[in-house]
């Protein structure tokens, strides 16, 4: 059985920690390790060694600690998209890629979902997502070398995923995202239920992530640029009609950006 565990780091970053569970405690996999030094000291606490790597794109959070990591366990494998900007991968994989960590029982398929950044892509296993930040719990990346249409077009593929598919990101950003998405549908129950709950989370020092994809799909407005409130909502911010889906998640990805975060 597939234990997933958060490695917090940082300020607000997951690094996710994938093992086969007790009995069968041996190789470990990491999905982006932005730092080594909290990695190392959980892997030491559960006497795991390190497998493999699955890195989402090429930014520091979320692939600083490679070398370190490597420099401990020089056999594991490290799974990154085709990006000269990370230069420690062992495997380059794209969109149908399969992945199978040495040491784990489960494989994963690999999907590009670019906007976050050109090469981001995404791991799909049994029913759960490791999506970096592509989608985050009641929000999404911000654009950085991507495209606000290649962003648009990741979250729908991510959208039409079982509404079951739990969605590991990489970030703790959830009640600030929350908040947002209150200014985009300020009537919705099920955001003021959702906000209850994370702010319990949080009070109680857990995650809000893993969230599942039925939850963003009614409460995350990235997700939601097909219903009658976004859309206006998005317009009142644009000051104009928008016509298309990509339309209205851009005004509400450029929005959040210039007046909210
Ligand atoms: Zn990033
Ligand atoms: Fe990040």
Same mark, same amino acid.
């Given at each position: 059985?597939?234990q ?8 607000? =970053? %997951? &690094?996710? #920690?994938l093992? =086969?569970?007790?009995?069968d405690h041996d190789?470990a996999?990491?999905?982006?390790p +932005? ?9 030491r606490a559960d006497?795991?060694?390190l /497998?493999?790597?699955l #890195?989402? @794109?090429?930014?520091y959070? @979320?692939q600083?600690g490679?070398?370190? #990591? ?5 056999e594991?494998?490290?799974? $990154?998209?085709?990006? !000269?900007r990370i230069?420690l991968?062992t495997?380059?994989?794209g969109? /149908?890629?399969?992945?199978r960590?040495p040491?784990l029982?489960t494989g ?6 670019p /906007? @976050? !950044?050109a090469?981001h892509i995404?791991?799909?296993g049994?029913g ?13 990346g911000?654009v950085?070398?991507g495209t606000?249409?290649?962003? $648009?077009?990741?979250l729908?593929?991510?959208a039409?995923?079982p509404?079951?598919? #739990?969605c %590991?990101c990489? @970030? ?6 929350l ?9 919705s129950e099920?955001l003021?239920?959702?906000? &209850?709950d ?6 109680r020092?857990e ?5 599942v994809?039925a939850?963003?799909?009614?409460? =995350?407005?990235?997700?939601?640029? =097909?219903?009658p409130a ?5 317009? +009142? ?5 928008l016509?298309?889906a990509?339309?209205?998640?851009t005004?509400l990805?450029r929005?959040?950006d210039e007046? %909210?975060?």
């Amino acid at each position: 059985m597939l234990q997933i565990e958060p490695i917090p780091a940082f300020d607000d =970053n %997951y &690094i996710w #920690l994938l093992h =086969n569970g007790a009995g069968d405690h041996d190789r470990a996999t990491v999905v982006d390790p +932005g730092d080594a030094e909290p990695v190392i000291e959980r892997l030491r606490a559960d006497a795991l060694s390190l /497998g493999a790597i699955l #890195l989402t @794109h090429h930014h520091y959070d @979320h692939q600083g600690g490679v070398g370190d #990591l490597l420099s401990l366990w020089p056999e594991a494998m490290v799974f $990154a998209p085709e990006d !000269t900007r990370i230069r420690l991968a062992t495997q380059r994989v794209g969109e /149908g890629d399969q992945v199978r960590p040495p040491g784990l029982a489960t494989g994963f398929h690999v999907r590009e979902v670019p /906007g @976050h !950044t050109a090469t981001h892509i995404a791991y799909l296993g049994e029913g759960v997502l490791f999506c970096g930040d592509t989608l985050f719990a009641a929000g999404c990346g911000r654009v950085f070398d991507g495209t606000f249409e290649q962003l $648009a077009a990741s979250l729908r593929r991510i959208a039409a995923l079982p509404a079951e598919t #739990l969605c %590991y990101c990489a @970030h703790e950003y959830t009640i600030a995202n929350l908040g947002f998405a209150e200014w985009v549908e300020p009537q919705s129950e099920a955001l003021a239920a959702r906000m &209850i709950d994370a702010k319990a989370l949080r009070a109680r020092g857990e995650p809000t992530v893993p969230s599942v994809l039925a939850l963003e799909l009614a409460t =995350n407005p990235f997700l939601r640029t =097909n219903e009658p409130a976004v859309i206006s909502a998005a317009e +009142g911010f644009a000051g104009h009609r928008l016509t298309d889906a990509t339309a209205v998640f851009t005004a509400l990805r450029r929005w959040k950006d210039e007046r %909210y975060d």
